[in-house]
DNA sequence: TAATTCGCTAGACCGA
DNA sequence: TCGGTCTAGCGAA
């Protein structure tokens, strides 16, 4: 029988794990695997592997009535850091087992291995990846033999997104008293279920609460749902499902055994929900996932703002705490809070078209199961994929430091790139190139790797030196490299394939996710070895890795400005080159000369021309002299007019909007038309429409997080202040949350003077004028001649005035 | 209970 | 009131 692996999990025969795997042919089907067992490795720290193994085998202990001792013990010979080493291979009846007899044999020998999840030690061990298309031979649900052959062919899941409204007369709903209003569901069609009569194509009427609930499950179960997709439902949307069928008498059954509900796992800082026959996603843990590699930048992880960030369009949008008013309203309210909330399934089911290739792709990559992978940090993913590779370089994984050893990391981290310091000013005729990527490189190239540093395979003269002295070996490649190098190789491969292809096809898109997989892991193994809670930190690895890119970074600037380049900024794999009357070409040998003399993989590749850019300068403390230059803030204009914009206060989400789009049309009136007279009087008319009290309050927002618990802040900063306030007005403010708070006229500090946006009434104009456009503006009119007087206008004729 | 370091800037806070 | 230091957030890479 030939059929796609979706996901693995175990189950408890006779106190024996049995793996259960979940396939798909037209259809998912279960096949129970029982010849695998758990295990783990222990190795003597002194005196022999036999007494060891004695000492091991005569453990026996009786926890809660169960007996529990090892099954049996084989050796086994592994690379325990490079080196060859004899181990025992401690076999267990089942997972909990080894939870227990790891303690004790740890008293006894190192232990390794022993802290993973049996599951992911199935798949590691027999070479399987989810969605893998597999052969396997089977006696009733029982597995014979399985084979992998071969990549995922045509496999898709059947998908459907959905979405509830609930009553909510007090703003929050509560799941005892308020009853869920609307089921939305999107697939290929999409409706609403509903027990008011409302006059739309897409609403199904059923009697009541209890009969939309069972609807749902119908549906569910009719369709056949093999992915189900929610957008932040583990928390919200399920719990409360499951609540009011309790409180009706409704049963949530969503399980494709026909009468489970769905059950919760405590995963890491947020939960998984689990829904028995079926794979389910909540896609707050992809969105979140995605803000924190940088991949979407919204304000806040709502449905809404993702959707609007992802395709550019406005979500339908109603207001949260009118839910209840329009539901009690008239027929228009009613049909426009349908339409809300079908469109919110549509959402999340556009959204998931997006993002679930991406999620797939990681899961082949990183060798888990969609739920698995869905929500795991890079670091985890990393991890997963070098364990992976471990095992088939036979390797044994190393262990997780002890709390002491974190402490020990944390307290010494390591130099990290080098910054050059810009001049400030507007320059013309520039050229940008970038070591493409980076640390990835330098990696591979010097066999960066904890099992290569001073091995016994190479003579000294024959290894990689580091700018440290740390030495590497040059004959054995290690894990880490291995593992980057095949990301590499494989990356460079789809991006040749994707140059074939044609873009929005979904061939496109599939590719296209496959190689963002491959860049957000290739870009996260650095990071690893430098992390403190990382098996495969490593020091003089990481700190070797950053020592290589300031030596090339370093060495690229010297010998541009040998070549006659000025090198007006730098930062880590970046060069910004002034070309002044040479020509592109010039630069261009230049860049070729540079990867003639550099080694292995590393390249630096041209990032593009641009006609002119903006270097500003940096707010010094006190002091009023000389000009410095400020690092990381700068703005570009390429030769197709696009601009390129970094640090400034524009990208920031803690500047008001006022201040930020003032900031963007005088830099881009700079960049674009040269002409300092526009940006003057762009400048005056924000003013004083501030004056004026005309500017929209909405403009004036300002963002900011609070990211511990409120009363642990030493000090009262203004988005400290407004917490305090939203949350003395019945607000919640929890860890994380985003507070938009506005400095209105009241009170003498700025933190006195910040409001919640939700309670503010007026804005301080001069608190505006002062903090937040003209320090936005004046850094870039500065370069253009303009004092600080001539903006601000102390009475005095100005400029601007 | 899961990647790093470098850097800018504000506003609070504190002492002279 | 001034200037220096500290806390905190966010972005670049």
Redesign the pocket.
Known sequence: MKAHLIDCDYITRDGRAVIRLIMKRNRFLRIYDPKFEPYFYAIPRAGSLESLKTAISHISLLVNAERIEPERIETEEKLLFGKKATFLKIFCKHPSHVRVLREHVRGLADVYEADIVFSRRYLIDRGLTPFDLLEFTHKGKELKKITKRGEPEGLTLRTLAFDIETYNPIGAPRPDKDPAIMISYADEESGVLTYKPIPLPFVHKVADEKAMIEEFCRLVKEKDVELLLGYNDVEFDLPYLRDRAKKSGAELRLGRDGFSSFKVQ????FKHAKIAGRVHLDLYAVAKFLAL?GAVKTRRLTLGEIYNEMFGEEKKKVKKMDIWRMWDGSEEDQKTLAEYSLHDAIATKKIADKVVPLEFALARLAGASLPDVCGA????MV?MLLWREAHAQNRIVPN?PDKDEVRQRESM?????Y?KLPEAGIYDNLAVF?FRGMYPSIIISHNIDMDSLNCDDCTDAEKHVSPLGHKFCSKKKGLVPSVLERLIDERDRLKKELKSLKPGTPEYEAVFAKSQAFKIIS??F???L????SRWYSRPCGESV?AYGRHYIQETIRKAEEAGFKVLYS????VVLQLGSKPKEEAIAFMKKINSELPGRMELELEGFYPRGVFVG??L???KTAEVG????YALIGEDGRIK???FEL????WSRVARHTQQKVLETILKEGSKEKAVEIIREVISDLRDGKTKLEDCII??????DIR????????VSAAQKAIKAGIPVQVGS?VGYIITKKGK???EKSEPAELAKDYDPNYYID?QVL?AVL?IMKELGYSEDDLKGSGKQTTLF
Do not use: C
């Open positions: 405590q995963r890491g800082l590699i940090t890079t670091g985890q991890e997780k981290p390591v130099q990290g790139a910054v970038d870009n996260s650095y990071g690893f430098l992390y403190s809670r950053t930062d880590t794999d970046s940096k707010k403390a006190g002091a400020a690092k990381k803030k914009i970094r640090g990208v920031r989400r803690d963002y900011s997080s609070i990211r511990k642990h802040y030493a000090v009262t900063s203004p988005e985003l500090t700025i933190s903090h320090p850094k």
